[in-house]
């Protein structure tokens, strides 16, 4: 997949995840830009020659770096703001409170579905999942506002899945409960 805006083209790779990407040359000049943003890595390549083929050169590189073991993945931290909804929700899944939820919840939320289907599907897992622990670390973290979690329950785990909109506090805008989710980078990965 991919696509190109502002004089950047970016792909996804099964490589590298996402490149973002920029070459051009004018008379007498040419470069190649390419990064990685999930690895925070980045090459720029000019020269003093007219469309100046770095194009082999910068993926060279690229894979040098990957099988040198020179590519580690980017960890993403939490805000404090995706913190304490990962506290707040896990609270909300131990026992459900309609004005903590009022509290956390983004105007879309209810939106997509009410507030007394929601508190029902978190009863109908409390109920499947007996008790479960409210203190559990992330499992994953996209950046800082999403990230995902597991319960343990008396019978077996149960996972969470926040995002947080963007407001003045950070509310959650998506909410998802239930069989914990595999992590995976891309659908090219998971093969």
């Known amino acids: 997949a991919g696509g190109y805006g502002f004089g950047l083209g970016i792909t996804e790779t099964c490589s590298y995840g996402h490149v973002v990407a920029h070459s051009g040359g004018l008379p007498g000049f040419g470069s190649q ?16 020659r007219t469309y100046t083929g770095w194009g082999g050169p910068c993926a060279a590189a690229l894979d040098l770096l990957d099988k040198s ?15 304490r909804a ?7 899944v131990v026992q459900w409170d309609d004005a903590l939820a009022d509290r956390i ?8 579905r009410s507030k007394d289907r929601r508190r029902r599907e ?7 999942m007996g008790t479960c622990e409210a ?22 785990t149960l ?28 659908a090219c990965r998971a093969q």
């Open 33 to 48: 830009m390419r990064w990685l943003p999930e690895y925070g890595v980045g090459i720029i390549a000019m020269g003093n």
């Open 69 to 83: 073991g020179g590519l580690e993945p980017r960890q993403a931290a939490p805000s404090a703001a995706l913190i």
């Open 86 to 92: 990962k506290e707040d929700v896990s609270n909300l």
């Open 159 to 186: 996972g969470v899945a926040v995002t947080l909109a963007p407001t003045d506090p950070p509310t959650v805008q998506f909410l998802e409960i239930g069989a914990p989710q595999p992590v995976t980078r891309s």
């Open 105 to 112: 919840v983004a105007v879309n939320l209810y939106l997509d």
């Open 122 to 128: 978190f009863a109908e897992w409390r109920a499947k």
């Open 135 to 156: 203190n559990a670390p992330f499992t994953y973290v996209e950046n800082a506002l999403r990230g995902r979690w597991t319960l343990s329950c008396e019978r077996g």
